[in-house]
């Protein structure tokens, strides 16, 4: 903290107001939700369970939209949009319909000889039965019934129609049986029927409402208001010489919602930064964990950006305003996150035709099962019985729910770790890359000269050499000159003074430095000077000059004392990240607009396998058609901006370091760290995703094989027959299941020392 930040500490301790925000739309739009009747379904299902008063209408309201929204997707298996929000009426409906279903069960005949157990008869006693069971099937069983009427409506039955249609057999039979009392009645099988669906729905809705809770937890990070500094305050401060003291400073709190491009700001220590901005007084460390993955603090000081919704560390920031409401980099995080879990998979596709075609394989069985039984056995309680438990018990609930929930959860880790999915499929087709694309300058290495090697002669050292290159080089803006000073910083060279300074241009510069006369250059430097160079130091040239680097020399006293030799520095994590993606049997090929001879050197550095040089920027997405013709799967990792065309060409295209630039339209995934290791986090988690989704399928589908055959009576010739509740609970146990097999995916570990040739890395953030 700055002395000015010291002074005004016990003022900044005790924020006035920087509470969390709840509801995202307000938060980030900075203004009331108007969205001209383009509802967004999880939000305002979410504003339903909240905000009604009535819980019937709130009911309504959920069926509603899920009606609306079968009729513009013309799709009935949309579990993962179709159940946000259905948590609390499910779980309310079945614990009130599972207290009314006590009296049945205990009234039933057939328990209570199963279970040896009686219970007392008194003048009307016969009637609980089939009065409470009409009650449990009007409230817990109709909402069923009314979700099933989108999907017939627009051809597409699914879960909710063979739901309906058991729920519907089993009680008007059982009706039947109380005017016809010679046929047996049915009433305590419907009510466990329907309070097992009513729990299955529950669960899921749970597992579902956990998987998507990326958005929420964006919009938490939001606060409600900022502390704006007044304009009078802002002059009284400029026309402070010293900016001596926090008192003439004013402050007014308003919504974040009120804030414009240009207004200032005062982000207290522990608060959260209202909006995108530049930082124009103050020093601190913030946490950007939430929205980069990067779990250290990142340090900021005047003239560093921050982002909405970080939080601010132990020092105050004075902040001006760049972005506001939809601008910010976090309502863009949060679009592309919803886009991504409203978005299908070609897996999930698949499911959803599969669970649309086991509707007329359910009918088609329940039919077979009724003429069966009734010519072996004559048409009486326990054809229905078989009926009933085939629909049930082939409900598609677990195929519906295999592949949303991994998408959700995929997503939200993905959205934690940094890794932001514009494209559903090409996240899933991630694991499928036979070669990946690097370009090389800013990717994989750092987009600016440093000092890669260093001779010198036998008279002075390295740290010498450094600090006289640094000191000629002090008041030069040449990228050089800004290598060598980075280079004698991070060594903690001390450099001398230097004086009668003069630039030679072309040549180099020129500098005293206590007496002595020394210049730092290139090879024109000894030509214009008609300088020898020794034989050591022209062997260190030789060598940088094979590698593509560039030699810098240090004359002093027109002698020859040190050669550096400057290049493009090549980044800790590439190395690692070649390694790693040759561990995944995955190519790397590195692109790049470099003379042949840089590229080579580089690669050969890196151990990049194929080498695409003097490329120009509208020619890159012709070398990515290169590889894609020798039949390969292609990725092409670039800065989303000057490699436009490959990204959009390529298969799978990665914008990395673009945390900021989130509206990158040409890429399929964004990576907000400029971190290549990324690509290789990127590819564990698509290969892990799309195995819990083949494990999601296999479950689900081969539970219908084997149950529906089960349910139907094969096995009744050696006593084993099922009943419908003990149908619905199978198909409930499957659900959960296949939810629990899901939520696995949250254990993937993600940190950076999990990847292949990363020893030691910050860990992973999870997904909730």
Known sequence: MNNHDHNRSTDDENPPGNRPNR?????????????????????????????????????????????????????????????????AMFRRRFFISTLLSIPVLLYSEMLQE?????????????????????????????????????ELRNRSPGMMTLISMAISVAFVYSLASVVLPTQSAFFWELVTLIDIMLLGHWIEMRSVRRAQSALDELAQLMPDTAERITDDADSAERGSAGHSGAAAEKTEEVPVGDLSEGDLV??????????????????SDVNESMITGESMPVSKEPGDEVIGGTINGDGSLRVRIEATGEETTLAGIMRLVEEAQGSKSQTQVLADRAAGWLFYVAVAAAAVTAVGWTVAVSFDAAVIERVVTVLVIACPHALGLAIPLVVAINTSLAARNGMLVRDRIAMEEARNLDAIIFDKTGTLTEGEHGVVGTETVSSIDEEEALALAAAVEGDSEHMIARAIREAAAERGVSVPESEDFEAMKGRGVRARITGDEVYVGGPNLLTHLDIDVRSDL?????????????????????????????????????????????????????LTGDSRDVADAVANELGIDTVFAEVLPEDKDEKVQELQNQGKFVAMVGDGVNDAPALTRANVG?????????????????????????????????????????????????????????????????????????GALLMSLSTVIVAINAQLLRRVDLSLSSVPGMPTAPDAQPAD
């Open 23 to 87: 509801d995202h739309r307000s938060t980030v739009d900075g203004e009331p939700d108007n969205t001209d009747g383009k509802s967004e379904p999880q939000v305002e299902q979410s504003l339903v369970e909240e905000k009604a008063t009535d819980a019937d209408e709130a009911e309504r309201t959920i069926e509603d939209e899920h009606e609306h929204r079968m009729d513009h997707e013309g799709d009935g298996h949309d579990h993962g949009g179709m159940h946000e929000g259905h948590e």
């Open 114 to 150: 199963w279970l040896g157990f009686s219970v007392p008869a008194f003048p009307g006693s016969e009637w609980i039965n089939p009065v409470f069971a009409v009650i449990v099937f009007g409230y817990g069983g109709v909402p069923f019934l009314r979700m099933a009427v989108p």
């Open 266 to 283: 005062l982000v207290r220590p522990g608060t959260s930064v209202p909006a995108d901005g530049v930082v124009e007084e103050g020093d």
């Open 538 to 590: 022209q062997r260190f040239a030789d060598e940088a000059g094979e590698n593509g680097q560039t030699v810098v020399y240090v004359v002093r006293n027109e002698e020859p004392i040190a050669a550096f030799a400057m290049a493009d520095v090549i980044r800790d994590e590439s190395y690692r990240v070649v390694e790693a993606l040759h561990e995944l049997d995955i190519e790397v090929a590195m």
């Open 654 to 726: 990665i914008a990395i370091g673009s945390g900021t630039d989130v509206a990158v339209q040409s890429a399929d995934v964004i990576l907000v760290q400029n971190n290549p290791m990324d690509v290789a986090r990127l590819v564990k988690l698509s290969k892990a995703s799309y195995r819990k989704m083949q494990e999601n399928i296999v479950w689900a589908a081969g539970y219908n094989v084997f149950a529906i055959p089960l349910a139907a009576g094969v096995l009744a010739p050696i006593g084993i027959l099922l009943s419908p509740a003990v």
